[in-house]
């Protein structure tokens, strides 16, 4: 158990939807991270949030956001999905705002259908 | 532009070793990383090496060559349990974006 909750573990939804993913990150740990990992492109990164503070972004797309919330929490919505927005997405945590340790949680599986 | 290549499987022995290498292009280098992911779970952090040389963690070790754009994860005396998926992720970009990218990892199967 690497301490990073994620919820919901599973999640199927229609296209056009929005869904909403939660993560608690690990006691202590101010940096959240969230990745997409898909077969076909592996582990993307999205976005990255410390301390309530957006630090650093990847290949997100616009139809998504995030946020950190002041008791360290962070959500990622991801709205108008589409069949291609099926993955696996993760929430990691770190101490820092640069990890050279981070901890995944166990992932959301969304599956747009 | 950037670019992370390994293998993509794999296979070794029981008890044997096994390299896995990994090469990349980047621009603003700045620490280069292994994690190890079975099936159907979450990464979890091998090792880090931002300088040149080996850094070595039990039966784990991991290499780097900046200058190479080059480094291996090395596993000795493998087990059943080491069949798993390999990830090389490289840190980059300037101070205040800084972020990880992945390669598409190597899974590795060891047989009895």
Known sequence: DSGVTQTPKHLITATGQRVTLRCSPRSGDLSVYWYQQSLDQGLQFLIQYYNGEERAKGNILERF???????????????????????????????????????????????VV | GQNI????EMTATEGAIVQINCTYQTSGFNGLFWYQQHAGEA??????????GLEEKGRFSSFLSRSKGYSYLLLKELQMKDSASYLCAVRNGPGNNRKLIWGLGTSLAVNP
């Open chain 1, 65 to 111: 956001s995030a946020q950190q919330f002041p008791d360290l929490h962070s959500e990622l919505n991801l709205s108008s999905l589409e069949l291609g927005d099926s993955a696996l997405y993760f929430c990691a945590s770190s101490v820092g705002i640069e990890n050279t340790e981070a901890f995944f949680g166990q992932g959301t599986r969304l599956t």
């Open chain 2, 5 to 8: 290549d390994q293998p993509t």
């Open chain 2, 43 to 52: 990464p979890t952090f091998l090792s880090y090496n931002v300088l040149d």
